[in-house]
């Protein structure tokens, strides 16, 4: 059964109206047919506003070193039974040239928190990256100076990824000790002034969190009005304080994606790699419901393995010109195509 009331808030998302905070807890509760009307809402502004095409972003994760101790994460600072790797400078180059060759438009380098590579060393490789290839840049490093923000922009990096995690400031504070929210939405609103394009996002189903807090967390990244906003399901990693927490559900997962793009309808939204790592289908499901980018892993395969954010993660076993035409098929079995070129955000280009 279809409540009215419901049919009615659904239509007045997809006409771009501004939800409060009730309005957007209704939304991330559905089940059943309402959840398919809100889902096939999700996917007509999808395609009215993004278009058919899914961007790929290859994702370099350079280094697995980190200076934080984040309580949800596989590789925080005192799990002891990860082995550390960074990727040199020329390592990562060639990853980059070697996403370039697969057809890929732009690069995700990221890394643990901290001077995996020295701030100056990490300009270098962007500005080698964007020297030889058409490629947009996008930096994924966590909460920074000002200035390397800005070092780093000079020298061609074009988009910033740094989740807010979770809008809860107490949950914020617990999972990620000795920081705050406040903090992180500083950083954000730096990359913003320096003229990066903007990526925030969050984990769902983080012990502690509510519908209340999802709400809060799309109605921030409304607020920071970002070009890109990553929504992936938390799923518990060993040897971690969380570990015995239950994982997000694919449903609450699917259903923050979709109210995202309803929210913002502009933003790239990623299938992300956690969905798909506790569903076969997670991305597929993504697509279907507002999402329009995929990050296939380009880190050469020796390092794959040590950069373990959670368990299962799915194509630890693939070299990136494994993973390239198998995400391809899954973009076309969806009935969408590979987009070319850098795809930046619809605001950039307009
Ligand atoms: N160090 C950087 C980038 C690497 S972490 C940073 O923290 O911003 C990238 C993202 O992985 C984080 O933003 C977080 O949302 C996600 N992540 C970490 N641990 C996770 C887990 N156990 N389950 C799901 N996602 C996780
Ligand atoms: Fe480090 Fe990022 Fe993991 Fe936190 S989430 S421990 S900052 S890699």
Redesign the pocket.
């Known amino acids: 059964m279809i409540r009215q009331e419901v049919l009615a808030l659904i239509a007045r998302a997809e006409a771009g109206a501004d939800l409060s905070r009730d309005e957007l807890t209704c939304l991330l509760s559905l089940g059943g047919e309402e959840q398919k009307a809100l889902f096939a809402a999700a996917d007509r502004v999808r395609a009215r506003v993004m278009g058919d095409g899914v961007h790929l972003r290859g994702l370099i994760e350079f280094s697995n070193i980190?200076r934080m101790d984040?309580c949800?994460?596989?590789i925080r600072r005192s799990n002891r039974h990860v082995r550390r790797y960074r990727m040199t400078p020329e390592e990562i180059v060639a990853a980059a040239q070697g996403a370039w060759r697969l057809g890929y438009g732009s690069v995700v380098l990221?890394?643990?928190?901290g001077d995996a590579l020295d701030p100056e060393e990490l300009a270098g490789v962007v500005r080698q990256i964007k020297a030889t290839t058409p490629l947009a840049v996008t930096l994924?490093?966590?909460e920074r100076t000002r200035e390397e923000y800005a070092r780093w922009r000079e020298a061609g990096a074009d988009r910033f990824l740094?989740?807010h995690?979770t809008a809860d400031p107490e949950l914020f504070a617990r999972l990620r000790p000795g920081r705050r929210l406040e903090q992180r939405i500083q950083c954000l609103l730096w990359l913003r002034e320096l003229g990066y394009q903007v990526g925030s996002g969050f984990?769902v189903g983080l012990p502690g969190q509510t519908v209340g807090t999802l709400a809060d967390d799309i109605l921030l990244l409304k607020r920071l009005n970002v070009e890109m906003a990553g929504i992936?399901?938390?799923?518990?990693?060993p040897h971690t304080p969380l570990a015995d927490a239950a994982p997000g559900t694919v449903e609450q997962t699917l259903n923050a994606v979709a109210c995202v793009r309803l929210t913002i309808q502009d933003a790239h939204v990623p299938a992300t790699t956690?969905l798909g790592s506790i569903h076969p289908r997670g991305r597929q499901l993504a697509l279907a419901c507002g999402a329009n980018v995929i990050m296939p892993n380009v880190t050469p395969g020796k390092y794959r393995e040590h950069y373990q954010?959670?368990p299962n993660k799915i194509c630890l076993r693939e070299e990136p010109e494994q993973c390239a035409p198998c995400v391809a098929a899954l973009i076309v079995g969806e009935g969408r195509f590979v987009a070319t070129g850098p795809g930046h955000s619809p605001r950039w280009t307009a």
């Not at 992936?232 to 990693?237: C, D, E, L, S, T």
């Open positions: 980190c984040c949800y994460c596989g990221q890394s643990g928190e994924s490093v966590g740094l989740r995690e984990m992936g399901p938390f799923i518990p990693a956690a954010l959670y």
